[in-house]
């Protein structure tokens, strides 16, 4: 089972937050507090959420006499809902078109591994409603009937029957639901003891955790595994068990081990420390059953900073579930990796949604301000490149993706206030160490820290005293500047073309042979030193000529954005003329050198 989209009205902040469109992976939520993240997880829980309706400014009586309602888009595999239909062992009445045979649609649908359901269901309300047919696989238009579809538990096998229902295949959904929807709040899980079970699946509430772990506990690869996990994010826990306690059973802790302890330290689970209940529910569930939905409202108000990356990291390692995951913490969005960022605001009286464009600098920004945090502190890294300006921050990783190289641990990241590295040596020197500290963040390990830097404006004695001050890992680029590289009209006339597009500029946008000519007839006044036959490499002043070409080449329409025009030429020339750059992707390689 996974969401691929939900819709929330009239529950708390939210009087209608629109569709909004879950990672099909991971995806992370961020907010300020109150804003609303919180109620956006817990709106998962569709119907087993309590009536709380929207109370707000924009309150008005229909709010208040409306439920509480959430609609979702779900895709579910066929062969998990014949399963469903044989643990229900409950009359099921399938939507079949017209003129179909039944068996053959029937058997058809359980082979599908994508049906998409759309649903609604409303707090409190047992039952979820849809549009019919609820699978989606035929318009209502053509006509269709809901035959009853039953397990014969006698045969072993599936019947189809002639009597006609209503599509109740929402209720099978909100059946798998149950065991499928795993919503883990910040508040700490008391978990003591409970019935001996035979069960592979945990109760929303957890409430179960000691009887599905013991059942685990029955295969032991798979329990050390869990094990495993668990130390991994907890070191000082050395052994979990599960045994009786009177007539139920419960969850024990060791933080010693318990094969040299000289007498018996077990902790029952429910007088562990903060967040263990809740990492042993969360592992639960990541490593028994793909297909899961798992929300973890905060995870560092439970875990330490260390455990919740831990926590994060092995999550991953289980990419069958969705995880939806909402947070503060700037190195758990780094660590995560979510393929969708959400970010969750209060405006005009109401919590809105909205999904963040990871490549959008005012998006990035938003989400900066969500998190209270500097850029440094969102992308910190093992190993950090400080670069002299954002061309090169948002250049490099495309390069270096192009070129094969692993940048899973690496962040290029702006230096501010370069101009204190042209001061004194003890100016200098100063700031360099000030980055360097930076650069290992909150962490007590070492962090390789380099810097890149433009050769303009720069003698060699000032390169060498600053590769000095540093030692040895200033690396400056093997030209004037950045721009140097890109300079190449039939790029340049690309990204025009563009602009031109995208403004809905009139008139035809230059062709590369003009942009060409152009170049040849001015590139003359912006060599400064000795002429060279590589001179768009190494001499010219390539930002002020690139200002001036899309000046007068669009006759005063476009102007050339540096940051932004670099770097679509960037991704040009690497998708079209890749040995273009290939001076620049060496020096990249050798500035990610270890």
């Known amino acids: 089972m996974k969401i691929l989209r939900i819709r929330i009205e009239n529950y708390k902040s939210f009087l209608d937050s629109g569709w909004v469109e879950i990672g099909g992976s991971r995806t992370v939520v961020v907010g300020q507090n109150n804003s609303g993240k919180t ?198 826990i050395k052994e979990v068990a599960v045994s009786s306690l009177g007539a139920e059973i419960a969850v024990y802790i060791w933080q010693n081990d318990p094969k040299t302890a000289t007498g018996d330290y077990a902790i029952l689970l429910q007088e562990s420390g903060t967040g263990v209940a809740q990492v042993l529910g969360i592992l639960y569930v990541a490593m028994t059953r793909s297909g899961n939905i798992i929300a973890i409202d905060e995870p560092n108000s439970f875990l330490h900073p260390g455990a919740a990356k831990k926590l994060m990291n092995i999550l991953k390692d289980y990419d069958k579930n969705q995880y939806i995951v909402s947070t503060h913490s700037p190195e758990l969005i780094s660590v995560f990796e979510p393929d969708t960022l959400l970010s969750v605001f209060w405006r005009a009286g109401k919590s809105h949604i909205e999904k963040l464009d990871r490549r959008s600098l005012d998006d990035i920004e938003r989400v900066l301000l969500d998190l209270g945090c500097e850029l440094a502190d969102v992308f910190a890294a093992e190993r950090v490149v400080w670069c002299e300006g954002p061309t090169e921050v948002r250049s490099f990783p495309l390069i270096a993706q192009a070129a094969g190289i692993d940048i899973t641990t690496t962040k290029f990241l702006e230096l501010r206030a370069t101009g204190d590295l042209e001061g004194s040596k003890v100016e200098a020197e100063t700031v360099l160490a000030i980055y360097g500290i930076m650069s290992r963040g909150s962490s007590l390990l070492p962090r390789l820290t380099v810097f890149n830097l433009d050769r303009e404006g720069r003698s060699k004695q000032k390169i060498q005293d600053l590769s000095r001050l540093a030692g040895g890992r200033v690396n400056i680029l093997p030209a004037r500047t950045f721009e140097n590289f890109v300079v190449d009209a039939q790029a340049i006339a690309a990204v025009l073309a563009i602009d031109y597009q995208r403004t809905n500029t009139e008139g035809a946008p230059p062709t590369a042979a003009e942009i060409q000519s152009w170049l040849d007839a001015n590139y003359e006044e912006y060599i400064d030193g000795a002429r060279s036959e590589d001179w768009e490499i190494l001499q010219i002043d390539a930002p002020k000529m690139l200002d001036r070409l899309f000046d007068e080449i669009t006759n005063t329409l476009h102007i050339y954005r540096k940051t932004h025009h670099t770097v679509e030429l960037v991704r040009w020339l690497l998708g079209h003329k890749p040995t273009k750059l290939s001076g620049l992707t060496e020096y990249v390689r050798n500035l990610l050198a270890e």
């Open 39 to 236: 109620a956006f997880l817990q709106a998962l829980r569709f119907n087993d959420n309590q009536q709380v309706r929207y109370r707000g400014p924009l309150q008005t009586p229909d709010t208040l006499s409306a439920s509480s309602e959430f609609s979702a888009e779900f895709l579910i595999d066929g062969s998990a809902l014949k399963e469903q239909v044989i643990i229900s062992n409950e009359d099921v009445f399938v939507p079949i078109p017209q003129g179909q045979d039944d068996k053959v649609f029937v058997d058809a649908l359980w082979e599908k591994q994508e049906l998409l359901f759309s649903i609604k269901a409303s707090a409190q309300y047992r039952y979820w409603k849809s549009k019919y047919p609820s699978h989606n696989l035929f318009n209502m238009q053509e006509g269709g009937y809901g035959k009853l579809v039953r397990f014969e538990r006698d045969s072993g096998k599936i019947s189809i029957y002639g009597s006609t229902g209503s599509d109740n295949l929402p209720q099978l959904l909100n059946a798998m639901r149950a065991h499928s929807i795993y919503v883990f709040d910040p508040e700490r899980l008391k978990i003591g003891a409970c019935p001996v079970a035979e069960t592979h699946f945990l109760d929303p509430s957890a409430r179960n955790l000691p009887a599905v772990l013991s059942t685990m506990s029955r295969n032991p690869a798979k329990w050390e595994k869990f094990k495993s996990h668990v130390r991994e994010v907890f070191p000082s």
